[in-house]
């Protein structure tokens, strides 16, 4: 049978005190007379008292829990952002519960309302593929719990966020495909609502206007973001008279299902189509060729946004804040011709 916790109300039956004054002279409260504080320690450690951190947290409604809410759990990118969040609460004195939304909507309303029930003092939040109704942030909003969104952000709210600059990365990108020899480029991106998406097929066309080629709708793919959307995307492109010799994908697991696709065709990467992508993730630097991709400065995108979340907290009132991070783009095989690649 599981052992009972000991409880504050406990000792205060025990000693026939008031649960407030056992808190009290747990802390060596000067208000409280120095031989009670000595029985209250003393049965404190007799019986192995441990506080709840939660409980005493609602005491003095403060739980001193940040929730966080991202769309998966497993890639490098999330876990990355993830530790850089725990690494500067803790430095405060603040805790992190995590949720998923497995790109689901549904699923981040749902996560949402458990960590209100929760009583968190904050909640960071990158949001789901398909979160296009905001009146869930609302309700958070409305409750007076601090907000921070980083990379998929909401910019509807007036809520403070972390960003990279997706526009120059993306254009940065697709310039350096025409250097390396490519005329006919596509960009395979995601939901048209994301801030994200927007931004990257932004600095798509803007690296097109650049290098003087004119922009052709049937080159510029919307996806859900699913491996599945982004074969059927590359199989669309690939079977067109005039099919890519360049492709961008908005994040490095569409690119990761391209490469596949591509190898099904009988074409080679980077001979016949150069590839770039996104986030720069584990497998960027084990697929062959190597993929080229935007390393995002995950660790400190994570520490900014706790930042925010403490600035908040302190200040007691919202902030609408903009933090824009820089990226870097790590050129490898998979956008490079032969004669260009170094041993």
């Not at 002279?25 to 404190?44: C, E, F, M, S, W």
């Not at 990379?151 to 509807?156: A, F, Q, T």
């Not at 804040?321 to 790590?330: D, E, P, Q, R």
């Given at each position: ?130 979160s296009n109704n905001r009146e869930h942030f609302r ?24 960003v990279v600059d997706n526009v120059s990365m993306a ?173």
């Open positions: 049978m599981k052992k009972k916790r000991v409880t504050l109300k406990d000792l205060a039956n025990e000693l026939g005190v008031s649960i407030s004054t056992v808190s009290r002279a747990l802390k060596d409260h000067p208000d409280i007379d120095k031989n009670l504080t000595k029985r209250i320690q003393a049965l404190a450690q007799k019986w192995n008292y441990i506080p709840n951190p939660l409980a005493m947290g609602l005491l003095r409604q403060q739980t001193r829990v940040i929730g966080v809410i991202v769309p998966d759990l497993v890639t490098y990118f999330f876990s990355s952002i993830i530790s850089g969040i725990e690494d500067e609460l803790q430095q405060s004195g603040y805790y992190i519960v995590i949720s998923s939304s497995k790109e689901s909507m549904e699923k981040e309303i749902e996560c949402v309302n458990n960590l209100l029930n929760l009583r968190i003092d904050g909640l960071i939040v990158c949001l789901a593929q398909n309700k958070v909003m409305e409750h007076h719990v601090p907000l921070v969104f980083f990379d998929r952000v909401c910019l509807e709210k007036e809520v403070s966020t972390v254009k940065d990108i697709t310039t350096h495909f025409h250097a390396n020899g490519a005329r006919t480029l596509a960009h395979i991106t995601g939901p048209k609502h994301l801030n994200i998406v927007k931004e990257r097929a932004e600095g798509f066309l803007k690296g097109l206007e650049e290098v003087g080629i004119p922009y052709d709708e049937k080159y510029l793919v919307h996806t859900d973001l699913s491996t599945e959307s982004a074969e059927k995307a590359i199989t669309g492109l690939l079977r067109l008279p005039q099919r890519p010799d360049a492709i961008l994908g908005v994040n490095d697991t569409v690119i990761f299902a391209t490469m596949k696709a591509i190898k099904t065709f009988g074409l080679k990467i980077p001979d016949d189509v150069l590839l770039a992508g996104f986030s720069d993730e584990f497998h960027a630097t084990v697929v062959e060729p190597n993929l080229t991709s935007v390393a995002h400065p995950t660790h400190e995108i994570g520490r900014n946004a706790a930042k925010l979340i403490l600035e908040q907290i302190e200040e007691e009132k919202p902030i609408q804040k903009k933090i824009v991070l820089n990226t870097s783009l790590h050129i490898r095989a998979s956008s490079q011709q032969k004669s260009t690649i170094t041993p």
